[in-house]
């Protein structure tokens, strides 16, 4: 299942089209919707890397030609980089706020794989209609287990009822018919169209056994889905978490991806990807992702803070940031908010920036963002959910080298598609600049996309993003949205 070998066939079919639109002097007389004009076009599945221009109708690419292209409406990409739009797999911020700024950082379809919700319906309860950008989900196994354990509807980490609560579904063990109960949520919300099944486990690492961990990846591997986890965390380094994931990918053969690597490997990253790699070459399908940033963002309620957490990260207090202001804490702040502001999100400063770089050059890793939710700009999120992207083409990819321009862009666009596009065929059309494919675009000036956004000053747009395209309608334009285009669709696992 998530094998992609067709690379080949793909690209020497695109070449034939591309041939055909320019040897084909009727198919410049043609009008589309728009044309992106002159601009650099990569496309990172056939290697495509050439000046040309892009036609679109109806909210499809229908002609990539070096030719003169006529449209109702263009953009002059002259000097600009026309790619993919990102594909953000691991973003917890469906709101107006964080999608305006995850559309002006690139973004053009925002997942939350990790958390996931349920039921499904309910992920993006406040951008329904009214989104720029695509967006979509998991089945929580979290939320099917407040549901089972305690009788609770607490579909998402955030939801009309408020954030999320920690209650005895975040420690208890569950029965053996109380597993049971969790399966058929899962498949019911697999048939709703959740993508794969997002598991918290270091969250609930006293509460998850064995039998309800095999469950999961049992149904997963039934159904031909991904399941996406946040593994169990030990103290820096220990790959017994890894391990326990490994075992169960190999053993059900079920579709793995693993959260943000460089924050649960820290230190020992080299020896978790070698492990990875050698399971995948055993035949296990493994992938794993990376932020651009290097603090971790979660609630100062999480279970890690409830264990030996100054070793698990080896730092101390004063590393520790609340999100809302930007404070930085004390020993007394840190435990003060803990009781009373249980949900509240805090920005922890351990990982080193060679963990990050580490992490970009491996062949197949993805970037995401793994932002907090942003509901207001007077509480502030991380600096992740304006500059992911930006930084990690700007500052990693052109100025530091670490990757080539066009595995930059894979790792945002190609990789997180082609890792979907099983479980959900409608990424087979994203990702990608070819014929057919979904208008979702990003076009940047590479002399000088960077982000702007930073610790304590979250909301600041991302320079050197010229327009942003969602299904061929223009969503954003040199750092702003344009008002009144939301084209955004709640992505789901079904045939398009």
Wanted: proline share 4%.
């Amino acid at each position: 299942m998530f094998k992609y070998s067709l690379h080949l066939f793909v690209g020497l079919a695109f070449t034939l089209l591309v041939s055909c639109a320019q040897s084909t002097p009727s198919f410049v007389e043609l009008s589309f919707d728009l044309v992106i004009k002159n601009g650099r076009v990569i496309d990172p599945e056939t290697g495509l890397d050439s000046i040309y221009s892009i036609g679109i109708n109806n909210g499809k690419i229908t002609a990539i030609s070096d030719a003169k292209l006529n449209g109702k409406s263009d953009i002059d990409a002259t000097g600009l980089v026309v790619a993919p739009g990102f594909i953000d797999i691991h973003s917890h911020s469906p709101t107006p706020l964080g999608t305006k700024f995850q559309a002006l950082d690139g973004v053009t379809t925002q997942l939350d794989l990790e958390a996931g919700a349920f039921p499904v319906s309910a992920y993006g309860f406040m951008i329904k209609q009214q989104s720029p950008i695509n967006y979509g989900s998991s089945v929580s196994h979290l939320a099917i287990r407040i549901k089972v354990i305690e009788g609770l509807e607490q579909p998402y980490l955030i939801s009309e009822g408020g954030p999320i609560v920690q209650g005895h579904a975040f420690v208890n063990q569950a029965t053996q018919a109380q597993i049971k109960a969790m399966r058929a949520l899962l498949v019911q919300g697999l048939e709703q169209g959740g993508i794969g099944i997002g598991v918290l486990l270091d969250y609930l690492s006293d509460a998850i056994t064995d039998d309800e961990l095999q469950m999961i990846f049992d149904v997963a591997a039934a159904h031909g889905v991904p399941v996406t986890v946040h593994i169990r965390r030990g103290l820096a380094g220990d790959p017994k978490g890894l391990i326990e994931i490994i075992e169960l990918a190999e053993q059900t053969g079920a579709a793995t991806l693993i959260c943000h690597i460089t924050h649960s490997a820290m230190q020992a990253l080299p020896s978790w990807l070698a492990m990875i790699d050698a399971a995948n070459e055993r035949g296990a399908k493994i992938a794993t992702e990376t932020l651009s940033y290097a603090a971790g963002g979660t609630s100062i309620g999480a279970a890690v803070f409830k264990r030996d957490w100054q070793k698990i990260f080896n730092i101390t207090y004063e590393d520790v940031q609340w999100t809302a202001n930007g404070e930085w804490l004390s020993e007394e702040t840190f435990k003060s908010y803990q009781v009373t502001q249980p949900s509240g999100m805090v920005n922890h400063h351990y990982v080193k920036e060679e963990w990050l770089e580490t992490a970009m050059k491996w062949p197949k890793m993805m970037i995401s963002s793994d932002v907090t939710p942003a509901i207001s700009e007077d509480v502030l999120s991380n600096p992740n959910l304006a500059g992911t992207f930006s930084r990690f083409i700007g500052h990693y990819a052109r100025d530091k080298g670490i990757v080539s321009l066009k595995d930059a862009l894979a790792k945002v666009s190609l990789y997180p598609a082609q890792w979907l596009e099983k479980a959900a065929p409608v990424f087979a059309k994203k990702g990608r600049l070819q014929i057919g494919m979904d208008a979702d675009i990003v076009i940047f000036n590479l002399e000088n996309i960077k982000a702007k956004a930073d610790y304590g000053a979250p909301y600041q747009a991302s320079e050197g993003i010229t327009a942003v395209l969602v299904g061929g309608e223009i969503v954003a334009r040199n750092g702003e949205l344009v008002e009144g285009r939301v084209p955004g669709k709640h992505v789901l696992a079904e045939t398009p």
